[in-house]
C-alpha cells in the first residue's frame, strides 16, 4: 500500500511539473518567431556595445541611457562581464548626436555600478532628477541622482534600500524622492527565483515610494517588467513580461492604483516609453523569451518595437515599427522616441538611432 501512495504521489508530482514545464514554454514563446520589419534611416549607436537596457528623454532632447557594459544578472548573457555599467547622454538636438559618459560625482561606488530601469524628474525649479536601478552585487537599490547640467555630469543624492523592493527592475518617478517601482519577483534569492518563475506563483507586484510611506499598490504579476506614466499623470502603465499583458492602472490622490484595463500581446513585453506629444506607448518587445534567457550565437535573440495608441480605447491600434530576428539588434528592450528620432535600446546588446 505505501509503495502505491509512493508511486502515486511520484507520478502526480512528474505530471505536475510537466505542466509547469510546457506552460513555462508558452510564456516564453519559445516557438515564436519574428518577420523583419526595416527601417530606412537607422544606424548602430557607437559606444553601446553591451546593452542599453533603458532610455528616458528630456523635454529638451538630452537622452539618458542605462548602459550595462557589463550585465550581471541572473540568467542573462553578458558580452562583458567584468565591466561596470554606466549612464550616457546624447543630445537629440543636434546634427550628428553623440552618446557620451556621463561622469559620477565621488563617493558613489562605481565599481559595483550595474544599471537597470531608469526615470527622470524636473522638480518646480526645473532641477532634473535621475531614478536608477542598481543591482551592486547581486542586490536591489534605487539611486537618485541630479544631474548637473553646466558640468554635464550626475551627483549622487540618496541610495534607497527597502524590504519591499526585493528584486526591482524598473521605476516610474514621481516626485524628487517619489517614485513606482516593479518587482519582477517576490524573492531576491535567486534560486526562489527561479522557482517563482517555473510555478507561475504570480507574486510580482508595483511598489510605490515616498520618504514617509512604502506600500504595495497593485500585485498579482507575472513578471511586472516595464513602468511609465501616461502624460496627464492620471495613469501608470505596467509590463507583464510573461503575461504578455500591458496593465493601465488609474493613479489616485493617495497614490494608490486600481485596474481599468489590460492589453494582450502576443510578444513578450519589457520597458514601457510615453511619448509625451501623443500618449503613444512605445515598448520593446521579445518574441522570442527562451532565445532571450538560454543564448546562442547562432540563432540569437531577436528585437521587436511596438507602438500603441489610444489604449484607453476599446480596440487601440497596435503597429510593429521596428523588428529584426538578431542579424542587426538582438533583446530590444526599450524605444523611446523625440521629435521623429527613435532609440532602440536592448539588454546586453547594441543600440540603434532612427530617423522616422
Not at 510537466?18 to 548602430?44: I, K, Q
Not at 528616458?56 to 538630452?62: A, R, V
Amino acid at each position: 500500500m505505501g509503495r502505491l501512495v509512493a508511486v502515486s504521489l511520484l507520478g502526480i508530482s512528474l505530471a505536475l511539473l510537466g505542466e509547469r514545464f510546457l506552460a513555462l514554454r508558452n510564456r516564453l514563446r519559445a516557438s515564436g518567431g519574428v518577420e523583419s520589419v526595416d527601417l530606412p534611416n537607422c544606424h548602430l549607436i557607437k559606444g553601446i556595445e553591451a546593452g542599453s537596457e533603458d532610455i528616458d528623454i528630456l523635454p529638451n532632447g538630452l537622452a539618458f541611457f542605462s548602459v550595462k557594459k557589463g550585465l550581471k544578472h541572473p540568467g542573462l548573457h553578458s558580452f562583458a562581464p567584468d565591466k561596470p555599467g554606466g549612464i550616457l547622454m546624447m543630445d537629440l538636438k543636434e546634427e550628428k548626436p553623440r552618446a557620451l559618459e556621463l561622469r559620477i560625482s565621488r563617493g558613489f561606488n562605481l565599481a559595483s555600478f550595474n544599471p537597470h530601469g531608469i526615470s527622470t524628474f524636473i522638480d518646480n525649479d526645473d532641477t532634473v532628477y535621475l531614478f536608477v536601478v542598481n543591482h551592486p552585487e547581486s542586490k536591489n537599490t534605487v539611486e537618485i541622482f541630479k544631474y548637473e547640467e553646466e558640468e554635464n555630469s550626475l551627483l549622487h543624492i540618496k541610495t534607497v534600500k527597502h524590504e519591499l523592493l526585493p528584486s526591482v527592475n524598473d521605476v516610474v518617478a514621481v516626485g524628487p524622492a517619489h517614485f513606482y517601482a516593479t518587482n519582477d519577483h517576490y524573492f531576491s534569492d535567486v534560486f526562489l527565483k527561479y522557482l517563482e518563475t517555473y510555478l507561475n506563483l504570480n507574486w510580482a507586484n508595483v511598489i510605490y515610494y515616498s520618504p514617509n510611506e512604502v506600500k504595495v499598490v497593485a500585485d498579482g504579476f507575472d513578471a511586472a517588467s516595464g513602468i511609465s506614466i501616461s502624460p496627464d499623470k492620471k495613469y501608470i502603465y505596467v509590463a507583464d513580461m510573461l503575461a504578455h499583458e500591458i496593465h493601465v492602472l488609474e493613479k489616485h490622490t493617495n497614490m494608490n492604483l486600481t485596474q481599468v484595463k489590460v492589453l494582450k500581446l502576443d510578444t513578450l513585453v519589457d520597458n514601457l516609453s510615453v511619448d509625451p506629444s501623443s500618449g503613444d506607448i512605445w515598448v520593446g518587445c521579445h518574441p522570442n523569451g527562451q532565445k532571450l534567457f538560454v543564448y546562442d550565437p547562432d540563432n540569437p535573440p531577436s528585437s521587436e518595437i511596438l507602438r500603441i495608441q489610444n489604449i484607453l480605447t476599446e480596440k487601440p491600434p497596435v503597429t510593429t515599427v521596428y523588428a529584426n530576428n538578431g542579424s542587426v539588434l538582438q533583446g530590444s528592450s526599450v524605444a523611446s522616441v523625440y521629435d521623429g528620432k527613435l532609440l532602440i535600446g536592448t539588454l546586453y546588446h547594441r543600440a540603434l538611432y532612427c530617423e522616422l
